[in-house]
């Protein structure tokens, strides 16, 4: 997967609450991506905006991967607790 490939999904499957590198990563109840040296880091910002499940990748596929899993895990969370 790449940028163009991850960002034509969550349109598609319109996934909310992301931060897809952008350089405010402290909101809350968001899933984070963004590049750090060589690497990717992936994230998620809890109800109080503490990181947790920080992950980091060499590989840019993997990390995208993990990034829209996440965005679609939480769809499913948000869509089950309405």
């Not at 163009?4 to 969550?10: G, T």
């Not at 809350?28 to 060589?38: A, C, P, Q, R």
């Not at 995208?64 to 948000?78: P, T, V």
């Amino acid at each position: 997967m790449n940028l163009v490939d991850a960002k034509r999904i969550i349109e598609e499957e319109n996934l909310e609450g992301y931060c897809l590198f952008c350089n405010d990563t402290s909101s809350e109840e968001e899933v984070v991506i963004t590049k750090e040296g060589d690497g990717w880091k992936v994230f998620t910002n809890n109800e109080r905006a503490t990181k947790i499940g920080e992950k980091l990748y060499m590989d840019e596929n993997e990390a995208l991967n993990d990034f829209i899993e996440r965005l679609r895990g939480d769809k499913s969370m948000k869509k089950y607790f309405k």
